[in-house]
């Protein structure tokens, strides 16, 4: 029977159905392989289910087989929550808290429940706005607390944790808690810390070091390079590749500016990332190298209309950013050529995310533009919901689940 099920997905060029188990997706890329995704919608037609959320943040939900979960802050960011939700209706299943954290500094825009957790099929794991790192099982029992790093930023916390084999991964990209709080974050230091951790016992395998660099909330990536797998990360200052069994910094590159968001992209070969503020670039890598390759890898560099906060998308062989402000670059991945430019409306927080074709590119305000992914601009869609939205898209089961600031929206028929 399986089969003839498989043998039907061919024939018809129907995708099957995937989980989104993590930020942007199974691939960590904004990339779905889903067909059939809703290209139009608003806040009373094609809505599946709106369930309002009774707490903040910042997380993007996740979606594991007919369970999606959301954290939360409570208690002005003192009480961390996991919030599961029944996929089908958006009945909330539960909503427990799952540790009581310390709700240092942040920004504005930023919440103390902007990490978005990731799922393996058997457990949760999250990061506090602290710096704890957690496990529950899928009923949202505690299973183990790392509070090996205690973290403060003059941003907030916003990176999400990566798994690997039986490792939870985390890149601390702090900034100094003294003083001086231009440490750090303006002036370099080498204190930055990548943890990973057993998923299974709690007990840090390894502590990765970057050397000099600043203050960023990159979430990192996982590139196969030569046959291995390495650890892909970008800091203030730096991007780099690391030994996912070791912790071994294998290779550096420059990349001055601080206060980095945009997570790590790849593909082709090449890794894309951005700069931060005070020298905004949009860097492409070669991977392969070792050492300080900056002279001998970087592909090439793209220096206007530059994302401070939303992720790139790589959809081969085109690259997509957009700004803040709503400035979209579609550039050719392998040369670095810009293909075309187009402001959208409204201001954007969120990464956009691919599927079917077509890009999803969703504002502050709660509207998304979707346009067909490729070398021209071509315009599909223009869906408002009318409520504030910062937390990226998540894409399953056909259905497209978009966290505003009130509630959290499956928008399908």
């Known amino acids: 029977m399986a089969l003839v099920f498989i043998s039907l997905l061919v024939v018809t060029g129907v995708a099957p159905a995937e ?26 037609s094609n809505i599946k289910w709106k369930t309002p959320l009774p707490s903040e943040g910042w997380s993007s939900p996740i979606v594991l087989g007919d369970d999606v979960f959301v954290t939360a802050a409570l208690d002005g960011g003192k009480s961390l929550h996991l919030i599961r939700l029944d996929r089908k209706d958006g009945r909330i299943l539960w909503d427990r808290e799952v540790t009581q954290q310390q709700p240092k500094y942040k920004q504005r825009p930023n919440s103390y429940a902007t990490s978005t957790p990731v799922a393996d099929g058997q457990r949760v794991y ?45 890149a601390f990209d702090w900034s100094s808690p003294g003083p001086d709080k231009t440490v750090g974050w303006q002036t370099p230091w080498d204190k930055a810390v990548i943890l990973a951790v057993d998923k299974k016992t ?77 020298q905004e670039t949009i860097l492409a890598v070669r991977l392969g190298g070792r050492g300080d390759i900056t002279q001998t890898h970087v592909a090439w560099r793209v220096t206007e209309e530059v994302p401070h906060v939303p992720s790139l998308l790589y959809v081969s062989p085109r690259l997509y950013s957009i700004t803040e402000a709503g400035i979209v670059n ?34 502050e305000s709660g509207k998304t533009t979707v346009i067909e992914e490729g070398p021209q601009y071509k315009l599909v869609a223009q869906n408002d919901l009318g409520e504030t939205c910062c937390a990226s898209p998540a894409i399953s089961q056909g259905n497209l689940f978009l966290r505003t600031e009130k509630a959290l929206y499956c928008i399908g028929k």
């Open 19 to 44: 989980d989104w188990p993590c930020f942007r997706g199974p691939s960590r890329q904004g990339l779905s392989q889903e067909k059939g995704i809703p290209t139009q919608w608003s806040a009373e």
């Open 330 to 363: 579609c550039i050719q991945g392998t040369t670095g050529t810009v293909l075309w430019r187009q402001r959208l409306p409204g201001k954007y927080s969120a990464s956009p995310v691919y599927a079917d074709g077509k890009v999803y590119f969703l504002s």
């Open 202 to 278: 709690r007990k840090t395998r390894w502590r990765g070091s970057r050397g000099s660099s600043q203050i960023a909330h990159v979430t990192p990536q996982i590139a196969t390079v030569d046959g291995h797998d390495q650890l892909v990360s970008s800091a203030g200052a730096v991007v780099q590749g690391f030994d996912l069994k070791t912790g071994e910094r294998l290779w550096t590159v420059s990349s001055p500016g601080e206060g980095v968001v945009p997570s790590v992209v790849v593909g082709d070969g090449l890794v894309f990332t951005c700069s931060g503020f005070g």
């Open 126 to 170: 999250m990061v506090a706005c602290d710096g704890k790192i957690l496990a529950t099982d899928l009923d949202g029992k505690i299973l183990w607390i790392n509070h090996e790093f205690d973290y403060y930023s003059q941003h907030g916390l916003a990176v999400s944790p990566v798994l690997w084999e039986d490792l939870v991964i985390v």
